[in-house]
């Protein structure tokens, strides 16, 4: 079994890793608040104290950060003392451009796969996340199976662009559903009215989405995708929804919560004109 050092324990993190221990992978942790290792270390994971440590004597490296720069943060530490042979896995959403900066940081012989997943909390902890790999993921197929259903998607980085755009649109849904209860509001309908007649348009999915309740997708984490959405390309709706949701997020309620804790935010009557 792969020796497998997984870096970056958050609310998606800590199940996939949990995953991987079930199934009998030797596993090494680190996370930058140490203290969220200490779960897996009591079911047998080895934690370490940084992320070159963790990766020392690793087959395979698994990252799934928050963002481009705490990647970067981390590839500074691990970059340099990765051996030729070993995998790195990145699973984040950070676009691209970041997975092809990481890439030219990489010696020779290290291979990289851009792996980024589709699912919340939930799928992590059943293993049936939708996983976008972009690379040579060939070798390290067997252990994304561990975590769901793989996709090959082309070449070293097209995983991690696929993925933005999944985010992008399912947030625009999440958002446009908000200002169409906003606009309901406005008009005087029946909040629940409109609502059931929303989800029985070609908008239900977004409708779920936007009032799921067991799932996890900080409002902060939608901003800081929106935000590499519209550095990529001309996006004139969704720019103007990330202010939308930047405002959300810094209302300290809501910044961690759930984007569906947002729509309310999002839908209040008194944005109406």
Known sequence: MEKIAFLG????????????LAAGH??????????RAEPLAAEG???????????RDADVVITMLAGPRALAA?????APRLRPGVTWVEMSTVGPDAVRELADRLTQGVTLVDAPVMGSTDRAAEGTLGILA?????????????????TRTGPLGSGAALKLVVNT????????????LRL??????????????????????????????GVHFGTDLAVKDLGIATQAAELPAIRALLEQFRRAAAD???????????????SAAEGAR
């Not at 324990?9 to 991987?20: D, F, N, S, V």
């Not at 994971?45 to 990766?55: H, I, K, L, T, W």
């Not at 649109?169 to 169409?180: K, L, P, S, T, Y």
Request: glycine share 12%; net charge neutral; proline share 7%.
């Open 9 to 20: 324990l958050g609310r998606m993190g800590e199940p996939m890793a949990r995953r991987l």
């Open 26 to 35: 030797p596993l090494t942790v680190w996370n930058r608040t140490a203290a």
């Open 45 to 55: 994971a080895v934690p370490a104290a940084s992320p070159e440590r963790a990766v």
């Open 74 to 78: 981390v590839a500074d530490a691990v």
């Open 134 to 150: 972009g690379g040579d993921a060939a070798a390290v197929e067997p252990v994304l199976a561990r975590l769901g259903g793989v």
């Open 169 to 180: 649109a399912v947030i625009g849904g999440v958002g446009i559903v908000a200002e169409a």
């Open 184 to 213: 309901a509001g406005a008009l005087g309908l029946d909040p629940a009215t409109a609502r059931d007649a929303l989800a029985g348009s070609p908008l239900a999915g977004a409708v779920a989405r936007a009032f799921a309740e």
């Open 252 to 266: 300290p309620a809501l910044a961690g919560a759930d984007i569906a804790r947002a729509v309310t935010r999002l």
